[in-house]
């Protein structure tokens, strides 16, 4: 009789954790990380996440995850039935696009080594444009001569793409199907980083 008891107190607790856990990320306008959750939730957290995932998996919202954090999200095959086309008033410039995809698939990686992919140099704007949309941050400086400075892509890079991870990037030929990549040939250096340093007066990005 009383391990019946211990029992239902058991589940009724945990239930009382899922529903807390499912109302921190319904509440949430960002993705919620395990250490945020857990000092909420308990420490049992990633259990209760996989959990909740299992029981959305087959309706409209599904719990997802994007780099460190979680959130509800549209299921991806519903997705287009609820897409509305809209303007933006401000497309990434080739540059940015281009700055961007070297960057997601080379991360940690220099401004140099940006300008050695693309053949050109890379204006500071360039960088502030990507980094005002949250997608890219400075990252640790190389222990080589000058320790120049890295870039990486952040979590909201992850979420806004809709990838749990870096492994699930397209590959550079669904990039160029997909129109987000011209064929020039200097974009083949989204391959492996060529070991040739940057020209030295490489030319101006066309913005």
């Not at 997705?79 to 933006?88: D, G, N, S, W």
């Not at 990434?92 to 300008?115: D, F, G, K, N």
């Not at 949309?133 to 640790?140: S, Y």
């Amino acid at each position: 009789m009383i391990k019946e008891v211990t029992d239902a107190g058991e589940a009724e607790a945990r239930i009382g954790k899922l529903r807390l856990l499912e109302a921190l990320l319904f509440a949430s306008a960002e993705p919620l990380d395990e250490e945020t959750l857990a000092s909420r939730v308990g420490p049992d957290v990633a259990l209760l996440l996989d959990e909740l995932r299992a029981h959305y998996a087959p309706r409209g919202v599904n719990l997802a995850r994007t780099g460190a954090g979680w959130s509800f999200r549209t299921a991806t095959d519903l997705a287009p039935l609820l897409r509305q086309e809209e303007e933006v008033s401000r497309k990434l410039s080739r540059a940015a696009i281009e700055t961007l995809a070297i960057l997601a698939y080379h991360q940690p990686v220099t401004r140099a080594e940006i300008e050695a992919i693309r053949g050109v140099a890379t204006s500071k704007g360039t960088l502030d444009i990507l980094m005002e949309h949250g997608w890219i941050r400075p990252g640790r400086r190389r222990e080589t001569p000058g320790r120049p400075l890295t870039w990486v892509t952040t979590d909201h890079f992850l979420d806004h793409f809709g990838l749990e991870s870096l492994r699930d990037l397209p590959s550079v030929e669904d990039l160029r199907a997909a129109g987000l990549l011209d064929s020039r040939p200097v974009l083949l250096g989204l391959g492996p980083m060529a070991d040739e340093a940057p020209p030295a007066t490489p030319p101006s990005e066309e913005e």
